[in-house]
């Protein structure tokens, strides 16, 4: 990555974490079952009816990962569903998939102020 590209990332979020004044988490657990296979006790975990065995981790399409451990299932929000976000006035957020950008009049200059 040459030095060009790597400031303008660098730049690019900080100027997503600048305008971006409050974010909460979004994440759930659901504890794990034992099911029987032959003569095995195997811990499984559900989500939205499917059983997945311990160790299996997954990204669902509405943006949730989710990892299932001994004790259970752990799935939290990501992209646009990492948790609720608190903007200035006159900005929004626009959802490309999980993705999102955030759009609105002043953002070129919120960016600009951070390179001076």
């Known amino acids: 990555m040459t030095m060009f590209r790597s400031f303008a990332l660098l730049l690019t979020?900080?100027?997503?974490?600048?305008?971006?004044?409050?974010?909460?988490?979004?994440?759930?657990?659901n504890p794990a079952q034992m099911i029987q296979i032959g003569s095995k006790d195997m811990v499984t975990c559900e989500y939205k009816g499917i059983k997945f065995l311990e160790g299996?981790?997954?990204?669902?399409?509405?943006?949730?990962?989710?990892n299932c451990y001994g004790w259970g299932l752990s799935c939290c929000g990501f992209g646009?569903?990492?948790?609720?976000?608190?903007?200035?006035?006159?900005?929004?957020?626009?959802?490309?998939?999980?993705?999102?950008?955030i759009e609105g009049e002043g953002v070129e200059e919120h960016e600009q102020r951070r390179t001076e």
């Open 13 to 29: 979020v900080s100027s997503a974490l600048i305008l971006v004044t409050e974010v909460h988490g979004s994440c759930f657990y």
């Open 56 to 66: 299996a981790t997954f990204n669902t399409s509405d943006c949730i990962s989710c």
């Open 80 to 101: 646009i569903k990492a948790g609720l976000m608190g903007l200035p006035s006159g900005f929004r957020v626009v959802q490309y998939g999980c993705d999102y950008k």
